[in-house]
């Protein structure tokens, strides 16, 4: 007979889940080898707006003067060369172009959101808008790779690392951070990589580009071999030698979180697909988020599958929608992506308000970059890098508001700049996070997200 | 009243501008970073060429416009006198004036020449031009900081930016000298790791029973003095166990461990140790560990990841220098220089260059459009592989400055700088989409390595062109169908020539190479003209100081340094350098390594960081020891690991004791063996022996070779690289970014990061790779195979089970648990008639899986 019931089993583990046992403890990290929980949720360093991320990420920079940026200088000087303002020479001579699409105000605070986002533009009051965004360089896999890591010249943890590092996860079920669909190139899986942090903060990758989000699955999940009872006795012979073997050694960290680890994989194998399944959700749900119509019902489908995460405690969760990189066909293809991605956010943010949990999740759009407000063969736009806009919306950012600008054409942001740093650095600090504080020690030396950069943007916080 | 400095005119800025009056400052304190943000305005100038002009000019005109045309009036004296010197004595002089207690950043301000010279980095004033004036940028947060701990107030910070604009009104005359940050040499030798390697004398313990080497007198000594005791010997079965894993990274099999355990006398012991060292899978085992270090992959990841199909080479050759015992210090000197080492035939003419691919396989940046940085940054990546292989320090830290914890100065970085810039590094990934870095590749050539062209990447342009000619060909004929004029088709005529011409290129570039199995080589070659390099300022590629001649670091110059000959790259002096007997670091470093992969911690357990922000040895006489031993023994990593594993200290059981426990959580002082889980590798590789699949043949080449040159994630699929043949794990694909799902879950260090230890982490996703995985399911399905045909009955079956894979037998409660299992599983089909016909190998796989499963197996005790 088995001596160990399984609630006498995890109650016995002294340190919780997910031992780090550290030989050198995390590489040339900290001097005590002692065990610690890695993945156990962690106090903020101060109270946190924030206890999650939605990140979308519209990757290949998505159009700022054809969504959120208003910019109605571009029809005053339609047609005519930007001049000799600052950042001109990124429009490569090329002519302006006024956006195709019409801006309407919305809401009590009047944002200007273009006729692109009907039903985003419906939660206007939970948008703050920033106009004023900016990044280093206008090439994507530069861009990209430093949207993911503040970094591109080095391999560096990206953003949902270190906040996992920073904060560990609620759900242990389930893995802290998750990626679905994330692109196979432009820094590929360095994109959610943990770099130098250990591996057990590394992206969980769901799908991939291409891939439709219903046939993608976490890896391992399901047992080939027994049904569900079987292996539930196929675990309890196994766990009955691990405790023979934690007996010998006792007491044993290390081994307690072997132990325990099995039966969180245990419990994975039914929370996780259970989590992917849809079954419980009501048809109204499904609905809000465009679930069954042909243009949303991919992502749609990954909008609610974040709100799944969110809700079962997930720490981060990236979604990614590709295709916004409109050198031509510009009328066309920003239609469609905004067409497949406006009614599953405005979906997103309507459920998660309803479920009180639009209050403490962060919710970030954007991409790499934005595009030229001039044109390229008058239906397209190229890769602006100097002023685009991202947007944020709930876990504690204030809405209706419009932060920070691009000047009179939206080239160049020129007021409450916001550097891809800042997003970083601003995205710590409603999580509860010091991003000066937040370090981790590799090859001698103390790394973070931001490096030496990095300003809270203070205004937008609510 | 003038200054001598206004009756020179040297406060009005020059109109034409120099690089100097583009530099920043950097604040030491953290400039490093401060660089990054740099190189990024670097990058944008480049791009935005034309813009970076006409905003200059903008600049000037306004510049010239609002500078003072005449002297400073009392007015501007006023103003400096009341606004200005105030708050820099309030705020500023405590760390940046002479009377400061130590002048950070170089940077003075107490005197006007101070404080338009600005500091280690550049201009903190810039008269008239407050964009150009770090001190700006800093008081405003921007950026910089300063102060460090509050910003000043915004009238403060607006009357600084006046008077900037009216051109820094400044009466402080004097001198003062440029503040060199400089680097007591003298003092900074008494760190422990700077010391010359003294071999120690043997100490002499309380117990004269337990130790049978002088390694075990060292350890007992600190046991001693730390009121602790060593623990008993370890079983013969475990001791075994752990041996075969350490040294070959295989679990024996039930017959070498009944062997063993019937004879575990000393002799029998160093017999398998012998046996052991000298078999292929030593050097299989052993090469993959330096493989960590040295960050081997076979693509350059980063934003565009090619791959690397020659990278193989190098591994094969580490695998041999291992099992051939290859002296360490010829190891390191093939590394960095075999190129430049006279071979005695062809063989090590081959070796020799494939050795230098370790200077090759790092990560690169191919969609860098900057020649200099794109340069600078290989260059770097070598220094920083190459300091912290060989000598355990963070070189790479003096890029963009001195070092802030070790003594290396940034003129030192750009002596070993000077030696890699003189050295061209052939990557081979061609050119192509994207790429704009392409790299070549060695091919021998009678008795030579020459540079060969790739064809990575061409092929798409092949494919482009020949649809574009078909397409002109197809014009052309409609065009002569339809009578068009001779001028049109002569037009058509003529783009056709060009296409084909453009084609014929192309096809060249794209050829497979003319002999097929030529042989290619990543590595390095010195270049046609080695030269010392600039130092850069703030580490910036294109912001050139004085040249500096090559050379080494001086912390570790204990003796003479050999002289970087000039007319070659100087690779071959750095290798004497480091493998010279006064060198303090090489030898502790290595010593260290081979320490660490025995016990599971290094005696200094920052393994790459040797330097003050490294962890202190816990036992330095007996690291100088070892060290000493090594160099001794003609640096045969061999003969080191035999003494090691010969000690009593090694054979150790590896139960706790509480109250050791509670002294000495850690086991610094290595009162057992710890505990140690096998690594990845270990655990498929001992996954395929037990189930009896294991492919113990070498790989030849790559899965990569196979794909070939490409991008991966554009070009080539990620999925491209899936192994299905059961050779050991050190043959698998290491492809960055795409690292095989084994090794990823199980801790494999991220390849473009130089490891030196691995992490131990415990998480749901290794035990659901355990569970359902179809590499376990499918092994275990092999093991009970094997099970089912080696033996008959139900309990022999329980003990082969646990011979092969734990190295002892079953208890009977195991056996009896096991069988029930077995059973259950057997019947579980019953009670809806799914039984299959093959439930009996089912119910037994699953009970192999469990044994596979076990933190027995995947443990070292």
């Given amino acids: ?462 | 009243m003038m200054t001598d400095a206004e009756a020179d005119g040297t406060m009005y800025p020059p109109l034409k501008r120099n690089d100097d009056n583009r530099r920043r400052a950097c604040v030491p304190i953290r400039c490093r970073s401060w660089l990054y943000t740099m190189f990024a305005r670097r990058f944008v100038r480049k791009f935005l060429m034309v813009q970076q002009t006409s905003v200059l000019c903008l600049v000037l005109s306004l510049a010239v416009s609002t500078l003072p045309a005449d002297e400073p009036t009392p007015a501007q004296h006023e103003f400096f006198e009341k606004k200005i010197r105030p708050v820099l004595v309030k705020e500023c002089y405590s760390c940046h004036s002479a009377q400061g207690k130590s002048v950070k950043a170089g940077l003075l301000l107490d005197t006007r020449e101070g404080i338009r010279r600005g500091g280690e980095s550049g201009h903190a004033v810039v008269p008239g031009h407050p964009e150009e004036s770090l001190l700006l940028e800093a008081v405003r947060h921007e950026g910089l900081q300063m102060p460090p701990k509050k910003q000043l107030a915004d009238d403060i910070i607006a009357d600084f930016e006046t008077w900037v604009r009216m051109g820094a009104p400044d009466p402080r005359d004097g001198k003062s000298a440029p503040v060199r940050h400089s680097i007591n040499f003298e003092q900074s030798r008494n760190f422990w790791a700077f010391r010359e390697i003294c071999v120690p004398v043997v100490p002499q313990s309380e117990n004269k029973h337990w130790p049978v080497s002088d390694i075990d007198h060292f350890v007992l000594a600190k046991l001693e003095s730390h009121s602790l005791a060593p623990s008993a010997d370890a079983a013969p079965g475990y001791l075994i166990r752990r041996l075969y894993f350490d040294l070959i990274g295989l679990p024996p099999t039930p017959d070498q461990v009944r062997e063993f355990v019937t004879d575990p006398s000393d002799q029998a012991f160093r017999e398998t140790v012998d046996r052991l060292l000298n078999s292929d899978q030593f050097g299989e085992r052993w090469g993959r560990h330096w493989l960590d270090v040295v960050r081997y992959a076979e693509s350059t990841g980063m934003e565009r990841n090619y791959t690397y199909p020659e990278a193989w080479r190098y591994r094969d050759y580490v695998i041999e220098a291992f099992n051939s015992d290859k002296p360490f210090d010829r190891f390191i000197t093939e590394q960095i220089a075999g190129d430049l080492l006279t071979p005695a035939d062809q063989q090590e003419r081959n070796a020799n260059q494939v050795a230098t691919g370790m200077l090759a396989l790092g990560p690169k940046s191919l969609n860098e459009r900057d020649n200099e940085k794109f340069a600078m940054d290989i260059v770097d990546e070598q220094i920083d592989v190459v300091s912290r292989a060989f000598l355990g320090l963070t070189a790479s830290c003096a890029r963009c400055h001195d070092h802030k914890f070790d003594p290396i100065p940034q003129t030192e970085y750009y002596q070993l700088a000077g030696i890699f810039r003189s050295t061209d590094t052939f990557y081979g990934t061609g050119g192509g989409n994207g790429n704009r870095q392409s790299g070549r590749l060695l091919a021998l050539r009678d008795d030579e390595f020459v540079p060969v062209n790739v064809s990575g990447g061409i092929k798409k342009a092949v494919r482009k062109l020949s649809g574009q000619l078909k397409a002109q060909q197809k014009r052309l004929d409609r065009a002569k169908q339809q009578k068009f004029s001779e001028k049109q088709i002569q037009q058509i005529e003529k783009a056709i020539v060009r296409i084909q011409r453009q084609l014929k290129t192309a096809r060249e570039k794209a050829a497979p190479p003319a002999q097929p199995d030529r042989h290619l080589v990543m590595g390095v070659r010195d270049s046609a003209q080695p030269a010392d390099t600039e130092l850069r300022i703030r580490g910036e590629a294109n912001e050139r100081a004085e040249p500096v001649p090559r050379g080494f670091l001086t912390i570790a110059t204990l003796g003479q340094a050999p002289d970087p000959a000039h007319e070659r790259s100087g690779r071959a002096e750095l290798a004497r350098w480091l493998i010279q007997p006064e060198n303090p670091l090489t030898a502790r470093v290595a010593a260290n390594r081979i320490w660490q992969h025995l016990f599971g911690n290094g005696i200094v357990r920052t393994v790459n960081n040797f330097g003050a922000n490294g962890d202190r040895p816990s036992h330095p006489k007996l690291l100088d020891y070892l060290a000493g031993r090594l160099t001794a023994d003609d640096w045969s990593v061999k003969s080191l690991i035999r003494l090691i594993v010969s000690s009593r200290t090694y054979r150790q059981a590896s139960l706790p004791t509480a109250v050791a426990l509670k002294a000495d959580p850690e086991n610094r002082w290595l009162w057992r063996m710890s505990p140690r889980r096998l690594e990845a590798e270990a655990l498929r590789d001992a996954v395929l022996a037990v189930s009896g699949t294991l492919d113990l043949s070498p790989a030849e080449k790559s899965i990569v070779t196979e794909v070939g040159n490409g991008d991966i994630g554009r070009t080539l699929k990620t999925n491209s690289f899936a192994v299905s043949d059961t050779k050991r794990s050190v043959y698998l694909p290491i492809v960055r970014g795409v690292v095989p799902e084994m090794l990823r879950v199980f801790d494999f260090p991220e390849p473009s990061i130089i490891a030196g230890s691995r992490d131990v982490t415990t998480v749901p996703i290794q035990a659901l790779y355990m569970m359902n995985s179809p590499f376990v399911v499918e092994q275990s399905r092999a093991m009970a195979n094997r099970l089912l045909t080696e033996t008959g009955n139900g309990a022999d079956r329980i003990h082969l089970g646990y011979q092969l894979a734990l190295g002892r037998a079953a208890t009977s409660q195991e056996i009896e648990r096991s069988l029930n299992f077995i059973d259950t599983a057997y019947h579980a089909g019953d009670r809806d008639k799914r039984r299959r016909p093959d439930s009996e190998q089912e119910a037994w796989a699953g009970f192999c899986q469990v044994v596979l499963a076990s933190a027995e197996f995947r443990y070292l005790e």
């Avoid at chain 1, 759900?171 to 802290?176: A, E, I, K, S």
Wanted: aromatic share 8%; proline share 5%; net charge neutral.
């Fill in chain 1, 1 to 462: 007979m088995f001596p160990y019931s399984r609630r006498q089993v995890l109650k016995s583990t002294s340190c919780g889940f997910g031992y780090l046992a550290l030989a050198g403890l995390a590489t040339e990290s900290a001097r005590a080898a002692k065990a610690v929980a890695p993945l156990a949720p962690k106090e903020p360093h101060y109270a946190a707006k924030a206890r999650r991320v939605i990140f979308l990420c519209m990757r290949g920079g998505p159009s700022h003067v054809d969504t959120f940026d208003y910019k109605p200088g571009l029809k005053k000087h339609e047609g005519e060369a930007p001049g000799n303002i600052e950042g001109a020479a990124s429009q490569n001579g090329r002519k302006l172009m006024p956006s195709p699409w019409k801006f309407q105000q919305y809401g009590e605070s009047g944002l200007p959101v273009s006729d692109l986002y009907p039903n985003l533009a419906e939660h206007a009051d939970d948008l703050c808008l920033i106009n004023g965004a900016h990044t280093t360089l206008p090439n994507h896999p530069q861009a990209l790779v430093q949207l993911h890591t503040g970094q591109f010249q080095f391999v560096r943890p990206s953003v949902g690392s270190w906040v996992l590092y920073g904060l560990g996860t609620e759900n242990q079920d389930l893995p802290g951070f998750v990626t679905l669909k994330p692109p196979s190139r432009l820094g590929g899986a360095q994109n959610y990589g943990s770099a130098f942090l250990p591996a057990v903060y590394q992206g969980t990758a769901i799908g991939s580009n291409g891939q439709s989000i219903r046939e993608a699955k976490i890896g391992n999940i399901s047992n080939p071999r027994f049904d569900v009872k079987t292996q539930r006795k196929q675990m309890d012979l196994l766990q009955q030698s691990n405790q023979d073997l934690l007996q010998r050694h006792e007491p044993n960290t290390e081994l307690e979180g072997v132990i325990e680890s099995y039966e969180l994989a245990f419990r994975m194998q039914s929370a996780v697909p259970r989590l992917m399944d849809f079954a419980d959700e009501t048809p109204q749900t499904l609905k809000q988020y465009g679930i069954g119509q042909k243009q949303t019902d991919e992502f749609g489908q990954m909008c609610l599958m974040a709100r799944r995460f969110a809700e079962a405690g997930v720490r981060y969760i990236e979604l990614t929608h590709e295709g916004w990189d409109q050198h031509s066909g510009l009328k066309a293809r920003l239609t469609e992506n905004c067409g497949a991605t406006d009614k599953p956010i405005a979906g997103l943010i309507a459920d998660l308000k309803q479920r009180d949990l639009l209050k403490d999740t962060l919710i970030i759009w954007g991409g790499e970059f934005g595009r030229t407000p001039a044109a390229k063969k008058s239906d397209g736009r190229d890769h602006n890098s100097t002023g685009f806009s991202v947007w944020m919306a709930g876990g504690g950012v204030k809405g209706g508001m419009r932060y920070g600008a691009t000047d009179e054409f939206g080239i160049t942001a020129v007021d409450n700049k916001f550097h891809t740093h800042d997003l970083h650095a601003t995205t710590l600090h409603l999580l509860g996070l010091d991003h000066t504080k937040l370090t981790y020690r590799y090859a001698g030396r103390d790394f973070r997200l931001t490096d030496v950069h990095g300003n809270v943007a203070d205004d937008i916080i609510g």
